[in-house]
């Protein structure tokens, strides 16, 4: 069964640090794209990170020096290390597979959505 379940989502104060983890089953893990997504309450969900199968990845402009995209193939794992956090990067995350294409911080095509973490920061 094709899965992917996200972890690693909670409350921080401003200037913290979370490390979000997205466990993947039922897929070649090196292989095809990987991104996380967000989306804020009224707001449509937006890229935040995306890796390629090669490695090389892209960030939103909103995220760019602060977060981290990475995978570890051994684990079937993907993780966002997200630090110097603001209020305006709470949302639910989710990680997607899916198709690249070009050099923005999102899939072209979404094969598959994860469920989704929940990302509280406060001031």
């Known amino acids: 069964q094709v899965q992917l379940v996200e972890s690693g989502g909670g409350s921080v104060q401003v200037g913290g640090s979370l490390r979000l983890s997205c466990a993947a089953s039922g897929y070649t893990f090196n292989t095809g794209c990987w991104a996380w997504y967000r989306q804020a309450p009224g707001k449509e969900r937006e890229g935040v990170a995306r890796?390629?199968?090669?490695?090389?990845?892209t960030y939103a402009d909103s995220v760019k020096g602060r977060f981290t995209i990475s995978r570890d193939n051994a684990k079937n794992t993907l993780y966002l290390q997200m630090s110097s956090l603001k209020p305006e990067d709470t949302a639910m995350y989710y990680c997607a597979r899916g198709i690249c294409a070009g050099n923005l911080p999102r899939l072209y095509y979404v094969n598959q959505w994860g469920q989704g973490t929940q990302v509280t920061v406060s001031s």
């Open positions: 890796i390629a199968s090669g490695s090389s990845t």
